[in-house]
């Protein structure tokens, strides 16, 4: 590969060699020795590409909707590079898929494995602001009573100004993996001031329907500005989280 030089930039293939744009650089190679779509879906040698390209369509769908559920309970967030760390971590874990053939490992039978579970719990949506570490506080979660507590949370970890809120979610999420249909139940929030340490806050969901192949505990958090009486959240990825506390 060679870069190009002169005023004129040529893009597309020209006498044998290509011509195209390289993180923002004009380069030239030689034509040929790549490969066509037609190759891929036929030659023997693309047997893994065709595979790989299975297994990645399929975590795609999966993460992109694990990803819209969390959003439809902790409301709309932006984080730069989250969508490349849940696609790397949906990947790890379809790769513990251990009886499935290449082409066919899927998360259902992934999360039949303690390693599976290991890596989506304690996820952090905002690796910046980790739950609920950020808070100084410690999480007990009871599966039978759908209840999350809280104890030794101190809003003036985060809270920058008198006027700022810490509002705290808590959610249980059932997700199945195989059809990707979920259902989520969410806790009533609370919004804490500066000055509002607490000893323990206790948070209860509705029970999750039975038939939810895998459930999650997850806690969110903003950071919030009373205006006239109301609290609006601060936008910026310093301003919110969400973490995956446990999976059963």
């Known amino acids: 590969m060679a870069k190009q030089s002169g005023i004129i930039r040529i893009e597309g293939s020209l006498e044998g060699l290509n011509f195209y744009m390289r993180k923002g650089k004009p380069v030239v190679r030689k034509a040929g020795g790549g490969f066509t779509r037609k ?24 993460k992109k909707t694990f990803l819209q559920a969390l959003k439809q309970m902790f409301g709309e967030f932006r984080e730069p590079e989250l969508h490349g760390r849940m696609m790397k971590l949906f990947l790890n874990i379809k790769d513990e898929d251990r009886v499935s053939a290449r082409g066919d490992r899927n998360l259902v039978e992934a999360f039949k494995n303690e390693g599976a579970k290991k890596l989506i719990q304690n996820f952090q949506v905002n690796p910046k602001l980790a739950l609920p570490d950020s808070l100084g506080a410690q999480a007990r979660l009871d599966w039978a009573q759908q209840q999350l507590k809280l104890s030794h949370v101190n809003p003036g970890n985060l809270l920058r100004e008198k006027e700022q809120r810490l509002e705290l979610s808590f959610g249980s999420l059932g997700f199945d993996f195989d059809s990707l249909k979920f259902h989520a139940e ?43 009486g109301k609290a609006y959240p601060l936008k910026g ?4 989280g969400v973490g995956i506390l446990e999976m059963e």
């Open 237 to 240: 990825v310093a301003n919110f």
């Open 186 to 228: 969410m806790a009533e929030p609370v919004l804490l001031g500066p000055d509002d340490i607490s000893e323990e806050l206790v948070f209860t969901t509705a029970p999750l329907p039975d038939q939810a192949s895998r459930k999650f505990a997850a806690l969110g958090l903003r950071v919030m500005e009373m205006v006239n």
């Open 39 to 62: 190759s891929i879906k036929s030659k023997a040698s693309m047997v893994r590409v065709r595979e790989n390209n299975s297994e990645f369509g399929r975590v795609s769908q999966t």
